[in-house]
């Protein structure tokens, strides 16, 4: 971009019409956090209207089966249809799916429910992608990137939080009517804000025979959280590891791709990127997942208490992301090598504080691992952006959720691995409890190492471009 550098500000950034589509980008971000993570607080109350507590593990794992399948193929929807057509679509999508589990008369209806809530919800947050790749300037990308980071953060703590509200002030079917409201809204200010919008080039069709192997990829992944043997959920875990694989290796051979050209190829900053946002989200699931129940069963904090302890690490996501927003220049790599080397120091903190520790120790460590994407995310995918040719820009942009939400699957399988090895599974006592508290870190240490060093190829050795 030519555009000279004191352009690059927020005012500009909100300037030539930008605001509305930006605050569209961010309603679609909040939707997409917030309702995966709004049935950690209701899910009780569900369980006593509708029954089925057997099967409330779905509630979760089947909305991100149904947003990894969509968010790998948003890119293509979003060349075969056009951004504003199916950015609309996504919208109707989501609101049916709130609409069935609002309504539901049982268990089933209501997951499956969640599962068309997870396709409007990775459709929505892949489109988002395709929208900030195509409708803004390329000098205002971090500063995209690190707002959309925030809205993240936010829906982090507040998505719970609207559960909780809601249910005490009504029902818990309040809390899916009112999503419903807002991804209405969405859709009908997608036709309005996006008109502008032209179809991406490209979109030679649908890449079904990998978004077929990569479903059963993610149901592998989902199922291995279910298992009740350890050796049947590190089978699940490796099978579906190894699953992911082979659709990049078929991808890499295929007419119709569904990921960017080289895509598998780690001596390039699309091949290092993806690898790198894959293995450092999965190496962060474990303290959203498991400290909560920990600190509530050790420290004896109630539920809200220990969310907000959780809660540290959103923050500090969100103001370490503000904070370097404006960087530029070789500080961005900088700051992006700092921010991986954070993540994996956080574990080993958190390893060995969250048990027994002092809790200023285990806030450090939460506040550690989210100011860790903080100060990197925005920048791995502003570079990974620049880094694709205008062909694979819409595939390449929508794949950067897809890739975040299968790490987390993965990693919240592995972490879920980890925990059930040491009797987690088996009821909370105070040795489980402690087990899971070191084990759940130091199980993913590796994957943290791995991201460390995919990121210092992308920002360093890796080649400018994908091809």
């Given amino acids: 971009m030519s555009e000279a550098a004191g352009a690059n500000t927020w005012a500009d950034l909100m300037a030539e019409g930008r605001l509305p589509r930006f605050a569209l980008i961010c309603l679609g971000v909040w939707l997409n956090a917030a309702d995966s993570l709004v049935t950690a607080t209701i899910l009780p109350s569900v369980g006593a209207d509708l029954g089925g507590y057997a099967y409330f593990s779905w509630a979760t794992a089947g909305f991100f089966v149904g947003a990894i399948m969509a968010g790998a193929s948003s890119g293509r929807l979003s060349e075969i249809f056009g951004l504003r057509s199916a950015t609309a ?7 049916l799916g709130c609409l069935m589990s609002a309504a539901a008369p049982d268990v089933g209806t209501f997951l499956a429910g969640r599962l068309v809530q997870g396709l409007g919800s990775g459709w ?3 489109f988002a992608m395709v929208a900030i790749a195509m409708l803004f300037p390329e000098r205002h990308l971090a500063r995209v990137f690190a707002a959309v980071t925030f809205i993240w953060g936010i829906a982090t703590v507040l998505g719970p939080l609207f559960g909780g509200i809601v249910v005490e002030a009504g029902h818990w079917r309040d809390v899916f009517w009112l999503f ?3 991804a209405a809204i969405f859709s009908v200010a997608s036709l309005w804000l996006l008109g502008g919008s032209s179809k991406a080039p490209g979109g030679p069709g649908i890449p079904w025979t990998q978004l077929g192997v990569l479903g059963v990829a993610v149901a ?3 199922l291995a959280d279910l298992m009740k043997t350890a050796v049947g959920s590190i089978g699940l875990v490796v099978l579906g590891l190894a699953i992911l694989a082979l659709v990049v290796r078929i991808d890499g051979r295929a007419r119709i791709r569904l990921l960017p050209h080289r895509a598998g190829d ?4 699309c091949g290092s990127g993806y690898l790198a946002m894959f293995a450092l989200t999965a190496a962060s699931m474990g303290f959203a997942i498991y400290g909560p129940p920990i600190l509530q069963h050790l420290r004896g904090f109630s539920p809200l208490v220990a969310g907000y302890a959780i809660g540290a690490e959103s923050l500090a996501w969100t103001v370490a992301a503000m904070a370097v927003a404006s960087v530029t220049g070789i500080w961005d790599a900088r700051w992006t090598r700092f921010g991986v080397l954070l993540l994996a120091l956080s574990l080993v903190v ?4 969250l048990a027994d520790g002092h809790m ?9 691992l989210g100011a860790a994407f903080g100060f990197s995310w925005s920048f791995m995918s502003k570079r990974l952006l620049g880094a694709l040719s205008d062909e694979d820009r819409a595939i390449g942009s929508s794949a950067i ?10 990693g919240a399988a592995i972490s879920g691995v980890a925990a059930n090895l040491v009797g987690f599974s088996d009821g909370l006592s105070d040795a489980s409890a402690r087990g899971a508290a070191f084990w759940v870190f130091a199980a993913v240490i590796p994957l943290a190492l791995i991201g460390t060093w995919a990121t210092f190829r992308m920002t360093g050795s890796a080649r400018a471009a994908t091809t």
Avoid: F, N, Y
């Avoid at 679509?89 to 609101?95: C, S």
């Avoid at 958190?350 to 504080?353: C, D, I, P, T």
């Fill in 89 to 95: 679509l996504a919208g109707v999508v989501m609101v």
């Fill in 124 to 126: 929505i947050s892949g």
């Fill in 180 to 182: 419903a409201a807002q």
């Fill in 220 to 222: 592998a992944i989902a």
């Fill in 266 to 269: 780690l001596s390039t900053i």
């Fill in 350 to 353: 958190l390893a060995l504080s």
């Fill in 360 to 368: 200023a120790w285990v806030l450090l460590g939460g506040s550690m």
């Fill in 401 to 410: 959720m897809a890739v975040r939400q299968t790490g987390g699957a993965v």
